[in-house]
């Protein structure tokens, strides 16, 4: 099915399952412990044995010579692979570093070598036993010094310009030029990459944990030189990913290579330690933010500069997205930079671009507002645009911001407010902020194939996946609602490279992009249902587990007496979304306290308010945004790779030096959603909502922390020694 004109009213429209609050349907198997995740399948055939992963000990330079004798003579060791007998590797498309490094080595903890055993234990103590030696090189490992040499990008990084900025920046009466940081930061989610590799014959299996099936499918086809159809890729219940896992890693390369040395199934899960510096990580940036405005508080320049870096080849944070469609104004200016640094992987991590750039973006709408002397949430309705601001003859599709704004606003009781500074509650100091929420809406090619069978039952397959989204009961949803029966009479296949591939979980897309593709399907599985049922025209009418056309009626369940019925289609987007600027919008607020004296901070409320199209299931919409909130919490308060600029590497490789702030760490956190339905997305007329929900929420923590103390900080993470010094001034 081709999706190029908006919408008309469909079979979805009914929301008599669609929209409604819906538990996960696959809860009680995760909490039971029968959903199986990557190291966990039983299904395999024989008895995995354990791979560890050895990580390079620099950062950069030449392995001169590794010696594995005495690793593979140790108790209960079936195979060592290193480059030296990997056999000959691709690389791909995906992956800027190899992911099996040698003879030169590209990132710190970049996978050398992996020693299968017996146990793991047997892996891990063969592992200390091999003896590499290195010829280290210099690298670069500092954003701050190698920010000169950074680089201008082309195609849809390059930079924009529009009226004329500096002109209109330099006669603002009131202007704002300040420059803020953030940090590099791990996705820290709770399920490390890990994976199952079985060969049969040239065939192989890999039972995995990965956001996008066919991307992975592609990739380690091409790494390891085998044809497509001969590998099978399997990954139907991940422990998150945040975009982590949007691409090939190491664990599946070296549980495949390792697994073919030994001749067995091998189980790879990168261990802890491993993960930050071996896996993609969110780059930190350098942004400067100059926004010049007239004294009635309109905004007639804006401009917005990015530095990030990556290894040779790697790509941008593109941290200036927003600044392109949040705001109006006549004259603006975005430009991002590239260094090369030779620290790992960046990549892509929850809202890559948006996250880091609201959280500079929004301070700085904060501090203007403050110089004009207006309310900030005025400020910013003030400067609502309802076009692209870089090219006017193109409208949003939909956009209620503002509404999301002043909504917040009254729920919240952001008319208490007062100036900062001013409000204490025995030793706190208690502030309020806000900012907006802003995140692309994409769509993506998405298919799925759906069965009828004689009992009734309903199965969708498709190699979307769940990454603790809630896909699954979204899918089930969708099914029911366009063949009119019971969620129970659905079941949902995900995750398996043997099924349709789909959009996958990536960039806020997968919701809507993969319910519309099995909404082309189950459109063609109703046509074909009304055939079998012999109805002839007219407008079917599936409800209640049995089809109407005209004054006929059946179960459904008939159509498939004498055998399965199926049915496959995906969904292709057209110029819509060239047409239309698609986008999310939201707004956060925060009430946060600081111990005058010691300077702690804590989070005590939170609500989100969200313009996303319509939600599929405001149950597990929520449960995005919340956990969206306090992720960006973290981002505000806590997250940050600490860079060892001597040896290149991430210090706080594990979850005891790399702090996240869980639900529990913040008392009351509400989310409310506008009721909007967006006909130019797609036939579900629903977006996203797992990124939107990470968008502004650090800015939001900042504001509040700036509202409570008086004091402004600029460089994220906002830990107490980057302000604790200054509490005396207001205190
Ligand atoms: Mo997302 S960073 O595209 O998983």
Redesign the pocket.
């Given at each position: 099915m081709k999706f190029d004109t908006p919408a008309g009213m469909n079979p979805i429209d009914r929301l008599t399952v669609v929209g409604k609050p819906t538990p996960r349907i696959d809860g009680p198997l995760k909490v039971s412990g029968g959903a199986p995740y990557a190291y966990e399948h039983h299904d395999v055939p024989g008895k995995p044995a354990y791979g560890y992963v050895l990580g390079a000990a620099v950062a950069k330079g030449t392995i001169r010579s590794i010696d594995t004798a005495r690793a593979q003579r140790a108790p209960g060791v079936l195979a060592v692979v290193t480059h030296r007998n990997a056999g000959k590797l691709g690389k791909g498309k995906m992956n800027t570093a190899k992911l099996l490094a040698g003879p030169d080595v590209q990132h710190y903890h970049q996978a050398v070598a992996v020693v299968v055993a017996e146990t793991f234990e047997q892996a891990r103590c063969a592992a200390g036993m091999i003896d590499i030696d290195y010829a280290r090189s210099d690298g670069a490992f500092d954003l701050v010094a190698a920010k000169a040499g950074a680089k201008e990008q082309g195609g849809s990084d390059a930079p924009t310009a529009v009226g004329d900025f500096e002109g209109a920046f330099a006669s603002s009466p009131v202007q704002l030029d300040q420059n803020y940081t953030t940090p590099d930061q791990s996705h820290a989610m709770m399920e490390p990459m890990a994976t199952i590799a079985a060969w049969d014959g040239d065939k192989l299996t890999v039972w995995t944990s990965n956001?996008m099936v066919n991307w992975g499918l592609k990739d380690l086809a091409a790494t390891l030189q085998v044809p497509i159809e001969n590998v099978r890729l399997i990954s139907p219940y991940i422990g998150g990913?945040?975009?982590g896992k949007?691409f090939l890693r190491s664990d599946a390369l070296m549980a495949s290579l390792g697994a073919r040395a030994a001749k067995r199934p091998v189980k790879v899960a990168l261990q802890r330690p491993l993960m930050a510096n071996n896996a993609t990580h969110r780059p930190s940036t350098i942004q400067r933010i100059r926004l010049g405005c007239g004294k009635d508080g309109k905004i007639a320049a804006i401009g917005h500069e990015s530095w990030s870096g990556d290894l040779e080849g790697g790509g941008l944070e593109v941290a200036v997205q927003q600044t392109k469609l949040l705001y109006a104004g006549a004259n603006r200016m975005t430009a991002m930079r590239l260094a090369v640094l030779d620290l790992p992987e960046a990549n892509?991590?929850?809202?890559?671009g948006e996250a880091p750039g609201l959280m500079a973006l929004e301070i700085a709408m904060d501090e203007m507002a403050e110089k004009l002397g207006m309310d900030p949430v005025a400020f910013r309705v003030l400067n609502d645009t309802q076009v692209d601001p870089e090219k006017p003859e193109r409208p949003f599709s939909q956009r209620n911001l503002v509404r999301c704004l002043q909504d917040g606003a009254e729920r919240f009781g952001w008319s208490r407010r007062k100036a900062p500074g001013q409000v204490r509650d025995g030793r706190w100091l208690v502030g309020m902020g806000v900012a907006a929420a802003f995140r692309n809406n994409l769509n993506m090619k998405s298919g799925a194939r759906v069965r009828l069978n004689g009992q009734g039952t309903v199965t969708v397959e498709t190699d979307m996946t769940d990454i603790g989204t809630g896909t699954y009961t979204i899918m089930a949803q969708t099914a029911a609602e366009m063949l009119g029966v019971p969620l129970a009479k659905v079941v949902v296949k995900l995750g398996d490279s043997s099924f349709p591939v789909s959009a996958g979980?990536?960039?806020q897309w997968g919701a809507n992009s993969s319910t519309a593709g099995l909404y082309a399907a189950c459109v063609k599985l109703r046509e074909a249902i009304v055939e079998k049922l012999g109805f002839g025209p007219g407008e079917a009418l599936f409800e209640g587990g049995q089809v109407h056309v005209g004054n006929r009626s059946a179960d459904i369940a008939r159509a498939a007496k004498s055998g399965e019925i199926v049915a496959e289609d995906s969904i292709e987007f057209g110029d819509l979304g060239k047409k239309f600027q698609q986008s999310t919008f939201g707004a956060h607020f925060v009430e946060a306290a600081v111990d005058r004296y010691t300077g702690e901070a804590r989070v005590r409320r939170m609500l989100a308010v969200c313009a996303a199209g319509r939600i599929l299931n405001p149950t597990s919409a929520r449960s995005q945004v919340i956990g969206a909130m306090t992720m960006g919490v973290g981002g505000a308060l806590m997250e940050e790779l600490a860079v060892d600029k001597r040896f290149g590497f991430f210090v706080n490789h594990d979850l005891a030096g790399y702090e996240v702030p869980v639900h529990a760490d913040i008392p009351h956190q509400e989310v409310i959603f506008i009721d909007e339905a967006d006909d130019k997305v797609s036939p579900m007329k629903a977006k996203g909502v797992g990124?939107l929900g990470l968008c502004g929420v650090g800015a939001a923590v900042a504001n509040a922390i700036y509202n409570a103390t008086g004091v402004r900080v600029r460089d994220y993470p906002i830990t107490l020694d980057k302000y604790l010094d200054r509490l005396g001034e207001v205190a």
């Open positions: 956001q990913g945040f975009g949007l892509a991590m929850r809202a890559p979980s990536g960039g990124e």
